[in-house]
């Protein structure tokens, strides 16, 4: 069965910088989707950032330009570096992954940031 171990997060000021990590095991990591998603409070969960199986990347357009997704498959980590925060980037970021077929999805357990001043 799949796991995904997110780290990292915390409390930033506007301008600031967060790295968060997700560690996975149970599933051929470098062949799945791996991909970060955001929930901010009283808003629904979007996608944030994606690693494509061939190591190509996508990003929401807020985000573009300031948060960078990477991935080690030997160390089957995926890590999302997020840079000039700001206020809205505030919420619960989740580590996710499915497979090509994407019948199914493993999330973890989320981990908070907050940009405030």
């Known amino acids: 069965q799949g796991q995904l171990v997110e780290s990292g997060g915390g409390s930033v000021q506007p301008g600031g910088s967060l790295q968060l990590h997700c560690a996975a095991s149970?599933?051929?990591?470098?062949?799945?989707?791996m991909s970060w998603y955001r929930q901010a409070p009283g808003k629904e969960r979007e996608l944030v950032a994606r690693?494509?199986?061939?190591?190509?990347?996508n990003y929401a357009d807020s985000v573009k330009g300031r948060f960078t997704s990477s991935r080690d498959i030997e160390k089957k980590t995926t890590v999302l570096q997020m840079d000039n925060l700001k206020p809205e980037d505030t919420g619960v970021y989740y580590c996710?992954?499915?497979?090509?077929?994407?019948?199914?999805?493993?999330w973890g357990q989320g981990t908070q940031v907050t940009v405030s001043s």
């Open positions: 996710h992954s499915m497979p090509l077929e994407r019948t199914f999805a493993y």
């Open positions: 149970g599933f051929p990591f470098s062949s799945y989707y």
């Open positions: 690693i494509r199986p061939n190591g190509t990347t």
